[in-house]
């Protein structure tokens, strides 16, 4: 036997099924991100045809944030209602049709009353992707599955540069929302025949079912997320988006103008710089969860495991300061595909926090609360942004050293809340985090 199919033998040692599952995650996830990015790749060009400017722009942005905020709040404690089969269709529906309104507009309050929508549908992702890995998949194997979804952030931003300016030279660039708004609607084609709970699913061998179920077992009573608040667990998942989460939104909806402005990199050859720094981004995702899933299976706590990779990316962020100082573009590319590879790999552990310290049944809530946070803090970023660019005449350098510096911040704030990163004590027993 090949030393492939050695790894794959392992690999699917307890079943496969459960992957499957994890792939129609990546593939929603992709498709969440492609409906995300489609106008920051026409900011250019829509801001020459609609008339917006920097700080437009950025309202524009800010209104995607603040619906993706309020989205947040809701969608984890009614996923957690619903259940994840139904919650997760929902929300896609709701974002795919949001994302094709997009092409109906034709000024600056239409487009930030389209992404107000795409914010409240798109807040379901995550919430439902994260409790459906912690439903699917033992911890010791969630770091690995969350960063294999996470890497669909990466593949969407790929696709989205390589095909929207395709679609705008040759049908416009209302076809642009109207085709990737439309895309969703294939994937709950998929997934509502697909996905049922493991207990319940008639394709799960019992020996998958059985390691899916290997952790101790928990109750099934719901937790409403006010009683996530006084938990220092939860705000060491709330700093661990609010602070990260805003500088991967700057990424999203500000490397291609930065391109732009910086290097003269328009809509014909945007496509590659984007496609590079993703690519990169993808690795982080993939490279995130597994380094500490390796580590926790050759014996080092979870503790160590996750807080040593995240401290690792925050210090593959800091040459991004240099940048906006390149004269050179793929340097530029390089720099910000690095940074944002290590932003993934954060992510991809900060998502098991979530999973790591509470319980199945709150873990939606807890990833919502999250999400909210990330969501303000692009917020409040978004508008920075705008301020500072409007002001200086487009001068990135403060952004880019504000980009630098927060995941450091971030990594000891969280250690400082959750030394041992010890189950939240939510009344019941829990396993210990080892």
Not at 208 to 226: A, C, F, G, R, V
Not at 241 to 266: I, S, T
Not at 382 to 410: D, E, K, M, R, W
Request: with cysteine; hydrophobic share 55%.
């Amino acid at each position: 036997m090949s030393t492939e199919q050695v790894k794959a033998s392992r690999f699917f040692a307890h079943g496969h099924y459960r992957w499957i599952i994890c792939t129609l995650l990546f593939f929603a996830t992709t498709i969440n991100y492609m409906d995300r990015q489609v106008i920051g790749i026409l900011a250019p060009l829509l801001g020459k045809e609609i008339g917006w400017n920097e700080q437009q722009y950025a309202n524009i942005v800010f209104s995607f944030q603040f619906a993706y905020a309020i989205g947040m709040l809701l969608s984890g404690p009614l996923i957690d209602k619903l259940g994840t089969r139904y919650g997760y269709a929902l929300m896609l529906f709701v974002w795919s049709l949001a994302g094709a309104w997009h092409g109906m507009m034709r000024s600056v309050m239409g487009f930030i009353a389209a992404r107000f929508a795409l914010g409240l549908g798109e807040a379901g992702n995550f919430p439902a992707a994260i409790k459906t890995v912690a439903e699917w998949f033992p911890r010791k194997e969630r770091a690995f599955a969350t960063g294999l979804l996470n890497a669909g952030t990466n593949v969407g931003a790929i696709i989205t540069p390589l095909i929207v300016p395709w679609i705008t030279l040759h049908l416009g660039w209302e076809w642009a929302f109207y085709l990737i708004g439309f895309v969703g609607l294939i994937w709950l084609a998929f997934w509502m025949p697909m996905y049922h709970r493991p207990q319940e699913h008639p394709k799960l061998t019992k020996v998958e079912l059985d390691h899916i179920m290997s952790d101790p077992p928990e109750t099934s009573t719901k937790i409403p997320w006010l009683q996530l608040l006084p938990h220092r667990q939860t705000w060491a998942f709330v700093v661990g988006k609010f602070l990260p989460d805003a500088v991967w939104w700057f990424y999203l909806y500000w490397a291609p103008k930065f391109l732009y402005n910086n290097f003269g990199v328009d809509l014909k050859h945007v496509g590659l710089p984007l496609v590079i720094i993703y690519l990169v981004a993808d690795v982080g995702s993939v490279g995130g969860g597994w380094m500490s899933s390796y580590m926790i299976k050759r014996g080092w706590s979870v503790n160590a495991a996750r807080k040593l990779t995240m401290l690792l990316c925050a210090l593959c962020i800091v040459p991004v300061t240099f940048a906006p100082m390149a004269t050179n573009l793929w340097v530029a590319v390089g720099l910000i595909g690095i940074a944002a590879a290590a932003h993934q790999g954060w992510s991809a552990n900060i998502f098991t926090f979530a999973s790591d310290m509470f319980p199945r049944r709150a873990v939606a809530s807890v990833v919502g609360i999250g999400g909210f946070a990330g969501a303000v803090g692009g917020m409040i970023l978004s508008q920075v942004i705008g301020h500072v660019l409007q002001a200086t005449g487009g001068n990135y350098v403060p952004i880019f050293i504000i980009a630098a510096g927060i995941y450091l911040s971030a990594i000891l704030i969280i250690h400082l809340l959750a030394p041992k990163m010890k189950p939240a004590d939510l009344g019941e027993h829990t396993a210990p985090v080892s």
